[in-house]
């Protein structure tokens, strides 16, 4: 199976954020992801993309946020890109201490890491690029993804 | 499906039906602005039924996170009915389960509640 790649630019608006998860799960069904992947793929590209508007671009106007979706045989890759300031890793609280229990925020990286094999986060002066990985498994993707 | 509650009362409870998804937006507002005009009536006994929620997401955590610290500093109880898989097992990982009151019977829920 030839790498399957279809990009979006976004604006930093809350629409690009319900954009990105819906895309996700389509395109997370269609490579033949069970229900309960196809949701998490799907939430982690939200969690993503919320932080990309709101941390990253801060609702910028002016600033876009780049999504991209590239499929193979073997996994299904996802990036997505803003134009802020670059997170820093340093400040993303452990949101599973018992000091960070109650606190109403910082979940969001977590709950990525949690949803998909792997994660990279990327941030740099020009903004913070984070790719999420997630492996097809199961014989019936296998086969499905085998046959074409 | 956006965010939609309902109110009634049952023997000096306040039970919130939830339906829809609790996510960053318009879901969380309405979920904090439901639970601030509750505490503001006196309303300080409170069942979230979560029966009809399918998603939510960490801003919906956040904000369920949000409401009970807001009623239990207030002096008030909240409680968490009928979670979906999906939140269920949010609640999970996040460990949060352990935090809330949850309960999955109504009427039971509703005699937990401090006379």
Sequence with gaps: ?????????????????????????????????????????????????????????????GKKVQVDFERTAEELVITIKDQGKGLDLNKVPDPLAPENLLKTSGRGIFLIRSFMDEVEINPSQTGTEIKLIKHVHGSAVDGKEASQ | MSMKTSTRQVDGVTIVDCSGRITLGEGSVILRDTVRDLLGKGNKKILLNLGDVNYIDSSGIGELVSAYTTVKNQGGELKLLNLTKKVHDLLQITKLYTVFDVKDDEAGAVKAFAK
């Design chain 1, 1 to 61: 199976m030839s790498p399957h790649r279809v990009s979006y630019t976004l604006d930093s608006t809350l629409d690009t954020v319900n954009s990105a998860e819906e895309v996700a799960s389509k395109i997370a069904t269609e490579a033949g992801f069970g229900d309960e992947d196809v949701m998490k793929i799907a939430m982690a590209v939200r969690e993503a993309a919320v932080n990309a508007v709101l941390h990253g671009n801060a609702y910028d106007p």
